[in-house]
């Protein structure tokens, strides 16, 4: 009988250069069903872009993606994330809640951290 293959341990992707072209092929990679999202926040970040005469907006927009396909990247992370995500969500017991939001907190420092972005703002 052949084993089932394990989970790939690595990535599923390498890092993409955080330019909007390069996440938005990493995001329809690994995770599709976010592309609407992917796409109404890029017109949002820039209008806003546009309303204030500022980059900055959209600087926001990529970072938060580069996030989000940084942790995608890595499956098991990513699920870890999803479930302490619902943890949160799901649970009527304060202690519980407040441990998974930290745990999910960590996941996105490393993230931010291993794309040399500060941790204070960037989300998912």
């Given at each position: 009988m052949t084993?089932?293959?394990?989970?790939?341990?690595?990535?599923?992707?390498?890092?993409?250069?955080?330019?909007?072209?390069a996440l938005r092929r990493a995001v329809a990679h690994i995770t599709p069903a976010s592309l609407p999202a992917f796409n109404s926040g890029l017109v949002e970040a820039a209008e806003e872009a546009d309303e204030r005469g500022s980059i900055g907006p959209i600087r926001r927009f990529v970072q938060q993606w580069a996030v989000h396909v940084e942790i995608e990247r890595h499956p098991q992370q990513a699920a870890r994330l999803h479930e302490l995500e619902a943890l949160t969500l799901n649970t009527d017991d304060r202690e519980t809640a407040r441990a998974a939001a930290a745990e999910a907190g960590r996941i996105y420092a490393t993230a931010c951290t291993a794309l040399g972005l500060r941790t204070g703002g960037a989300t998912r």
């Open positions: 084993a089932t293959p394990a989970e790939p341990q690595g990535p599923l992707i390498t890092r993409p250069p955080q330019t909007i072209h």
